[in-house]
């Protein structure tokens, strides 16, 4: 049996076909979770018998990548249902027709993609999913980026309220030491307010700072002693030449860990390196 998920924040539609029946499709509310995976276990039995398959027959989803990860396709595994992720890309349009959008529509074209992918027919973009572990290891470096982002923010509005007042200072380690002390260009102290925001960016900056020494400690303890083989990839690339452990970890937990390249055009079109039809 065949399903096919259009997922959105507040409900699953699914379509359902034994390959050959009209497909029969169903609303499944998501507001409780659990209801709605209930009720899925529910409408595949019943859509077994309808389509008169024994109760173990196999069954295949589909759904497209997007906002609900890969969570769907772990929990489907795991109640015995093959399931496989699709880059949006797989579905093609008639860019001079047109278009009629509704889930059911939409969920219909999936279940058809799906049926012609098994026979055969038609291939799929399938997206490779991380396991919990890789996922989890992989937002350790955007974390790191995002915080250090931030803190690039925080510094460049404090010398923004220092550059409006003619202060030619620099950000650095002492420099919520010296706030007291600066004088503006036309010879007075900061204001009280203009002191408190900068003693706020700095606790801010503080705070950031402590937060990104202790990602690296845990990523510097990781490649230590690595366990997983995505660990120990991150650990021989670091040993290779103009490769450091930021770049390692990023290498391996974004390319080479989890992920399968068929060959060279396949990885250099998934790094957006090969041109565009």
Known sequence: MYIAFDLSRTKWQLAKSDGAAKPRDVVADRESVDAAKAQFIKEIAAAKLKFGLPASAPATAVFEVGRDGFWIQRWLRVIGVDCIIIDPASITLDRKAKQRKTDQIDACKLLVLLCDHTSGRAGLRIVQAPSPEDEDSRHLQRLLDKLQSARERLTNRAISVMFAQRIDRKYDRWFKDD???????????????????????????????????????????????????????????????????????????????????????????????????
Request: hydrophobic share 45%; aromatic share 6%.
């Open 179 to 277: 706030i007291a002390e600066l004088v503006t260009g036309d010879g007075r102290n900061l204001g009280p307010i203009l002191q408190q925001e900068l003693g706020i960016i700095c606790r801010q900056v503080g705070n950031l700072d402590e937060e990104i020494d202790q990602l690296e400690q845990h990523r510097a303890a990781a490649l230590a002693k690595p366990e997983t083989e995505t660990l120990k990839i991150t650990w021989n690339l670091e040993g290779l030449v103009a490769i450091g452990p930021i770049g390692a970890w990023a290498l391996a937990n974004e390319l080479f860990g989890w992920r399968t390249f068929a060959n060279g055009k396949h990885l250099a079109s998934f790094l957006g390196l090969t041109p565009t039809p």
